[in-house]
């Protein structure tokens, strides 16, 4: 067994960290860019399991991580305890893929879904550090029938986003219940509830 996948088995058995990552996701791929190792993630609810190589063509999203941020990780967990700090840093590895993932889900294709929350073609977002400043910073673009996730600020967009930790974590889980209940109701319901979050986390571009 490799140092990465000890370390994830060691966080996988941690109440703190089963509890953080609920409603974040049910099955996520996890790509180590400095060794080439390739883990499933599958989050049972009571318990987390840690799979080598990926398991499902469809995750809900896909993580490139460095071992070095596996190694912190596993420190930001160990007193089973997760500061602003610590919880910016794990969200700021989250920002992208999983906006990406939501974009691609085909449900964002159903027209009366795109009426009910007049989905821009181009916008900007950056996730906030504790001191409030943009940091991660992206461009969501619709280019030839399809979702393009940028980093960086390009283009002029038609809306700025900037998100705190929290505020992306909210979005996610419930992006992540919408899509599990299979139920055109609630995608309904949480585009009524996105058009008023937009609204409060969009800023002048």
């Not at 049910?26 to 989050?43: A, M, N, R």
């Not at 995750?59 to 190694?71: A, K």
């Not at 879904?113 to 900007?124: A, C, G, M, P, Y």
Request: proline share 4%; with cysteine.
């Amino acid at each position: 067994m490799s140092t990465n996948q000890q370390q994830l088995e060691e966080l996988a058995k941690k109440k703190s960290a089963i509890e953080w990552f609920q409603g974040l996701f049910t099955e996520v791929h996890l790509e180590i860019t400095d060794t080439g190792e390739k883990f499933t993630i599958l989050h049972h609810g009571d318990h987390v399991e840690i799979v080598p190589g990926f398991q499902a063509k469809k995750p809900n999203f896909v993580i490139p991580l460095e071992s070095e941020s596996i190694g912190g990780l596993t420190r930001a967990f160990s007193d089973d305890k997760i500061d602003a700090e610590e919880q910016y840093k794990i969200v700021r590895f989250m920002i992208k893929p999983c906006l990406q993932a939501a974009l691609d889900m085909p449900i964002l294709n159903n027209r009366t879904l795109q009426q009910i929350v007049k989905i821009d073609t181009h916008w900007q977002e950056a996730l906030l550090d504790p001191q409030g400043k943009e940091d991660v910073k992206l461009t969501a673009v619709y280019v030839n029938n399809q979702w393009l996730v940028i980093p960086g600020y390009h283009g002029k967009a038609q809306r700025r986003l900037l998100l705190t930790p929290e505020q992306l974590l909210d979005f996610q889980r419930r992006v992540l219940e919408a899509d599990a209940s299979g139920d055109i109701s609630q995608w309904m319901n949480l585009a009524k509830w996105y058009v008023k979050y937009r609204k409060e986390v969009t800023v002048s571009v």
